[in-house]
């Protein structure tokens, strides 16, 4: 599976960016995307999850201010980020989760290239 991102750039604080994720490979084996953000000398930490049951996952800080959604038939993963805050700031990286089935199943977790978001204030 590979994923590519696109969406990123430069908003104020209060503004709106969307996030695009697009999968491609073996889809049919992907089981959750996620959305994932790494600020300046921190951790990269889940910012929002969505499973093949459309479960969702979202981090304190992006609930009621973000959405993730998922197109199956576009294999897409799009987080829409309002009300940006300048600590929303970071490189958002879009990552996937699945099982390859085969002779022997294998678990795997494959990350895209980071876009950067930048939130000025």
């Known amino acids: 599976v590979q994923l590519q991102a696109s969406g990123g750039g430069l908003v104020q604080a209060g503004g709106s960016l969307r996030l695009s994720c697009l999968a491609s490979?073996?889809?049919?084996?992907?089981?959750?995307m996620a959305w994932h953000r790494q600020a300046p000398g921190k951790t990269r930490d889940l910012v929002a999850s969505?499973?093949?049951?459309?479960?969702?996952k979202y981090a304190d800080s992006a609930k009621g201010r973000f959405t993730i959604s998922r197109d199956y038939a576009a294999n897409t993963v799009d987080l829409q980020m309002n009300s940006l805050k300048p600590e929303d700031t970071g490189v958002y990286y879009c990552?996937?989760?699945?099982?390859?089935?085969?002779?022997?199943?294998?678990?795997?977790?494959?990350w895209g290239e980071g876009t950067q978001v930048t939130v000025s204030s």
């Open positions: 969505i499973n093949k049951s459309g479960i969702l």
């Open positions: 990552e996937a989760e699945g099982i390859h089935f085969g002779e022997s199943p294998i678990a795997y977790r494959t």
């Open positions: 490979g073996s889809v049919r084996s992907i089981n959750t």
